[in-house]
């Protein structure tokens, strides 16, 4: 590869690691998680126990309002686009406010998910994964071992949010208390609903939405359409279409894997993305700029087009990079 074509891929790396020419991203062994596991289970335990008994039309429209507001401006734009890939920069109040609302899916603290993240994308990119990375078992067997446990290398590589993330005091209460902000949530629900606002607008709201971002995780690294592959990874993306809505765009995760470094993940007319829409929104508001998309990206060499329509959403100089080796 050319000192250029280092220099361009370089936009394609995972910023928060170091350390990575000691480390092995295939060996290690699973530690009980028992803090997560316990969080994990008890919600789901509530959320089958106490949806039925405290069933009601309202709790629904609860639970449907708050999902779709804290995944979308919260988890996919706050967390995903902004915090962890840098997509767009918007003024830290509004990155800290919209970090908040993520800690409020009740997933886990902004360091913790950073670290999770850009640990598995590194691992996903190298030619050989452990299993537990690539969601390589069956859908029930992945999902057990995903919501109770935790990969420990063999050979780590060292992580640090890195500036402004890791040093950031309020990020850092988060991260350490992030499991008590759903008692406000919850206060506010019943002081307007009562207990079904509460079941449905936090109990039923936290386990269904850390069970679907584990089976994204799952179904979109296993099978699915393709536009793009990614040269020497030992794991690629797939886009899932039905997914798209729920997600917020996330499922489109073949396109997110060719440009991380991306706003839009929804790349082509039909491909749904709220989430972006969410960062169009704060651009036409002024509270969003230098978004990043395919166009305005270096090209990357260890990207292969799969499609016709691939190219089209390319950075200039993607084609001629494509044409040095054959599609796969």
């Not at 790396?13 to 350390?19: A, I, M, N």
């Not at 126990?49 to 401006?73: D, M, Q």
């Not at 607008?201 to 939405?209: E, H, I, K, N, Q």
């Amino acid at each position: 590869m050319s000192i250029a074509g280092e220099a361009a891929d370089g936009a394609f790396k995972v910023g928060s690691l170091s350390g990575l020419e000691d480390a092995d991203p295939a060996s290690g062994r699973l530690v009980w998680d028992w803090p997560r596991s316990i969080w994990n289970m008890g919600f789901l335990a509530g959320a089958v126990v106490l949806a039925p008994i405290f069933f009601s039309w309202s709790g629904v429209l609860i639970f449907l309002i708050l999902s779709g507001f804290t995944l979308c401006v919260g988890h996919s734009v706050g967390f995903h686009r902004r915090l962890i890939h840098r997509t767009f920069d918007c003024p830290k109040w509004l990155e800290r406010t919209m970090v908040y609302i993520g800690v409020l899916v009740g997933m886990g603290g902004p360091l913790w998910t950073i670290g999770l993240h850009d640990i598995r994308d590194w691992a996903q990119r190298q030619k050989d994964c452990h299993w537990f990375l690539c969601h390589a078992k069956p859908a029930l067997a992945d999902g057990f071992y995903y919501l109770n446990f935790r990969l420990v290398f063999d050979r780590p590589p060292r992580f640090d949010a890195g500036p402004g993330i890791g040093d950031d005091p309020f990020y850092r209460f988060l991260q350490k208390s992030w499991m008590l902000h759903q008692v406000p949530v919850a206060a506010a629900l019943f002081w307007l609903g009562g207990w079904s606002w509460v079941v449905w607008g936090v109990v039923v709201r936290v386990a269904v939405c850390f069970t679907m971002h584990w089976y994204i995780a799952h179904v979109a690294h296993r099978r699915g359409h393709q536009d793009w592959h990614v040269d020497d990874a030992a794991v690629q993306g797939y886009n899932i279409a039905w997914l798209a809505i729920p997600t917020m765009g996330e499922s489109w995760h073949c396109n997110h894997h060719a440009f991380p470094a991306s706003a839009n993940h929804g790349l082509y007319p039909d491909q749904i993305d709220l989430g972006f829409e969410f960062v169009k929104l704060l651009a036409r508001l002024g509270l969003a700029r230098n978004i990043q998309l395919p166009d305005n990206l270096p090209p990357r060499s260890a990207l292969t087009p799969l499609t016709a329509r691939a190219l089209s959403v390319a950075a200039p100089g993607q084609a001629a990079l494509s044409q040095t080796r054959p599609s796969t």
